[in-house]
Every structure is written in structure tokens, then in C-alpha cells.
């Protein structure tokens, strides 16, 4: 099972952009799928989540309103549209599937178990 994040760039401040994180494997029947940024310098932040069962979302504060994350179960694809960037969200952005979760969606890193290898978001003033 693997994860390939894609869909980063370099934009100016209010631009918007979409992430794509595709998934091989027998994945996407449960659990929960995360995105996190990490900033040069920084520890890595949970942005945003959906579980796969209840459909359930969670955002960072931060982001709320801004981002959306959002499936395609045919293609086994997750999404995470972004717009009204600002340069404070510049990270590489990573996606992760934790295969425990039960209808919730954890902020916590160590609770993914898998992750893929990052996109880099870059947003100019």
C-alpha cells in the first residue's frame, strides 16, 4: 500500500491550488486520511482530516474555511482544495492514512500509519 501526494506549486498570496493524494492498495474502506504541512524549522502539523467511514472532517484552526478536504472512492484519491493562500502556508504537505481510526479523525502524527512522501506548497507575498 502506498500513498503519492501531488499538486504543489508555487503561487502568490490568495491563489488556490488543489493537493491530490492517490492511494494504491486495499485502503479507503476505513479508517481516516489526514493531511499535515510541515514549515522549514517546524515540527509537522495536522491541516486537515476526513474519516472514511463516517465522513467526518476536522480542520486546524487556522485553515478552517479555507481548505477542504473531500474523496473520490472510485479513483482512491484524496483531495484537499486550498484557496485564499497566504505565505504562512508554505510547508511541504503530506498525506497519511491511519487504519485504526473508528469514525473520528485523530490530529496526531504518530497515530498514521502510513504516509506519503510530500508536496511542496510554496505561497509568495
Known amino acids: 500500500v502506498q500513498l503519492q501526494a501531488s499538486g504543489g506549486g508555487l503561487v502568490q498570496a490568495g491563489a488556490s491550488l488543489r493537493l491530490s493524494c492517490a492511494a494504491s492498495?486495499?485502503?479507503?474502506?476505513?479508517?481516516?486520511m489526514g493531511w499535515f504541512r510541515q514549515a522549514q524549522g517546524k515540527e509537522r502539523e495536522f491541516t486537515a482530516g476526513?474519516?472514511?467511514?463516517?465522513?467526518?472532517?476536522a480542520y486546524e484552526d487556522s485553515v478552517r474555511g479555507r481548505l477542504s478536504i473531500s474523496i473520490d472512492r472510485g479513483k482512491k484519491t484524496v483531495y484537499l482544495q486550498m484557496s485564499s493562500l497566504r505565505p504562512e502556508d508554505t510547508a511541504v504537505y503530506y498525506c497519511?492514512?491511519?487504519?485504526?481510526?473508528?469514525?473520528?479523525?485523530?490530529?496526531?502524527?504518530?497515530?498514521?500509519?502510513?504516509w506519503g512522501q510530500g508536496t511542496q506548497v510554496t505561497v509568495s507575498s
Open positions: 476526513i474519516n472514511l467511514d463516517s465522513g467526518r472532517t
Open positions: 492498495g486495499h485502503i479507503f474502506r476505513w479508517g481516516s
Open positions: 497519511a492514512f491511519d487504519r485504526s481510526a473508528t469514525g473520528v479523525v485523530s490530529s496526531t502524527p504518530v497515530d498514521y500509519d502510513l
